[in-house]
């Protein structure tokens, strides 16, 4: 259930009526309509002394109940408290930062630091029903940490998380038999060109139609008890480039965050829904999988290659 609150604002003073507006903004609330403004109903508490402000100013105000019809009127309501596109903007002051690190003085760095882990952390305040964006922009923030720390701090040690992963190096890689699910869709498609094009360029897939079954000996991608798998909010791709010091380089991290989201969800990025379009199609051409990621190879290398893939 929700609280609601029912409002109408007094034509005067107009600062009060910019600071009620302002106080709803924000708390975070939903409007349903005007003056009907919603949080969760534990949240209530936070709509009476606005309710009491207006009507000391001569307006309106009612704090009520609202209880959903059904399931679908519940899930309509739900879908008003989507922060999905405030977190793409957030990462988008992110993202900024990352690549401007290598031109920053230290200062000015931790500076806009502070800026962004403090956005983060007043969306996360009125994100009442967090979702696989909120996860996904905690793993970017501690993405950014790492490289503020390795651009800065040099050595200092710090507390592992629980997906920090060991650097694995490539040479002990070369030549080796990957396996992986057959009939591969967006994150073992990209793990595979990843492989090929980073890893191991002489690598041999397997194709399993049983992962419980996968040969002895193989390197296993991308299904339970595999070698390289998702890690906390890490799709297999994005644990794969950590895993082979890989995830720094700004062009991967443009695949990298496409194919997270096609993968489990999280923040929209503009290459998502025509990526998953072309290898949508040529899964539809190619039944063979070793044509499929040949053909898909190609669609990676030129997102790779695209102009303004490094910002």
Not at 267 to 280: F, K, M, N, R, S
Request: proline share 5%.
């Amino acid at each position: 259930m929700w609280a609601i609150l029912l409002v109408t604002l007094p034509t005067q003073p107009n600062a009060v009526r910019l600071r009620i507006w302002r106080a709803l903004k924000g708390l975070g609330c939903v409007a349903l309509r005007d003056g009907a403004f919603v949080l969760p109903s534990e949240r209530a508490a936070l709509l009476e002394p606005l309710a009491s402000e207006v009507r000391e100013h001569g307006g309106s105000a009612s704090v009520l109940t609202l209880a959903p019809r059904d399931d679908a009127q519940r899930q309509e309501v739900l879908a008003q408290f989507d922060r999905t596109e405030a977190y793409g903007q957030w990462r988008e002051t992110a993202t900024a930062l990352q690549v401007d690190l290598e031109r920053l003085g230290e200062t000015e760095a931790r500076r806009r630091m502070r800026g962004v882990a403090e956005a983060l952390e007043n969306l996360h305040r009125i994100d009442y029903y967090p979702g696989p964006a909120a996860e996904q922009a905690e793993a970017d923030l501690a993405a950014l940490r790492r490289a503020l720390d390795v651009r800065f701090s040099k050595g200092e040690p710090h507390a592992l998380a629980e997906d920090d992963l060991p650097r694995l190096d490539r040479a002990k890689f070369q030549g080796k038999r990957w396996a992986t699910r057959a009939r591969p869709w967006v994150d073992r498609l990209a793990c595979a060109w990843l492989i090929r094009r980073f890893i191991d360029p002489d690598a041999e897939f397997v194709w399993l139609e049983d992962a419980a079954r996968a040969p002895r000996g193989v390197l296993g991608f991308d299904y339970d008890g595999a070698r390289f798998t998702h890690i906390g909010a890490r799709v297999t791709f994005e644990v794969m480039a950590a895993s082979f010091d890989l995830e720094r380089e700004p062009k991967l991290q443009r695949i990298a965050k496409a194919v997270h989201y096609l993968d489990v969800g999280g923040i929209p990025v503009p290459e998502a829904a025509g990526l998953e379009t072309i290898l949508g199609g040529l899964r539809e051409v190619h039944s063979d999988d070793d044509k499929l990621i040949a053909a898909t190879a190609a669609v990676f290398d030129a997102l790779y290659a695209a102009p303004g893939a490094a910002s």
